[in-house]
């Protein structure tokens, strides 16, 4: 049986070198996420499933006084963020290394065993135990720390013809939004975290927020 890891670089061996050339265009919230990060000054802030690298480029830019790391399972995926991180000039203050989502040692990868902030951008999608990435996430988190997501909404208000033809062409490529996103923030709510859940687009993205409880 194929893996995951397989799956995912079978796929990106091709489509990662155009993946940030077209993916721009129907993203959408990203850069929203990385202008909610507000990490500290001097602190550490964790991509997990950082793809190409896009997100960590433009974060880093942001704040010049945090350092970033970045974990994807696909070593694909992880040729394109390397060389993108080594073009920005930002090798010294950006790490990449291979790991699983939902399983994962950041002090053993990093040595940094507790993040200020984490975000997961458009990866949920792709992740099949995308609720033990979101655990994962949350487990990462310093006292004060805050976890990040966006991804593909329902488009709860957009057209119903708009919303089937997504969902259909996303199936293609593996992807499938999870319709199960706000019952899983509440519940972090319900457990005592802070929690913040936006529909964005009409709900064609949705975005959370989720902080160290």
Known sequence: MTTHAEQMDAI????????DLTRKYYLLGRDRLIERLQ???????????CGTGRNLVAAA????DVHFFGLDISE????????????????????LARADATAFDAQAL?????MDRAYISYALSMIPDWRAAIGQGVDVLSPDGCLHV????QQERLPK???SGLHAWLARFHVAPRAELP???DRYYRDGHDVAFTRLYGGYAWAAEIAAA
């Open 76 to 95: 694909e995926m992880l040729i394109s963020a390397r060389a993108a991180v080594s073009r920005a000039g930002l090798d010294h203050r950006v790490t």
């Open 161 to 163: 013809l708009f919303r």
């Open 39 to 49: 990490p500290p000054r001097g602190g550490s802030v964790l991509e997990i499933a």
């Open 183 to 185: 019952e899983l923030v």
């Open 12 to 19: 990106y061996k091709v489509q990662r070198h155009i993946y």
């Open 150 to 153: 966006v991804d593909f909404g």
């Open 61 to 64: 830019r942001a704040y010049p």
């Open 110 to 114: 990093f040595g940094v065993a507790k």
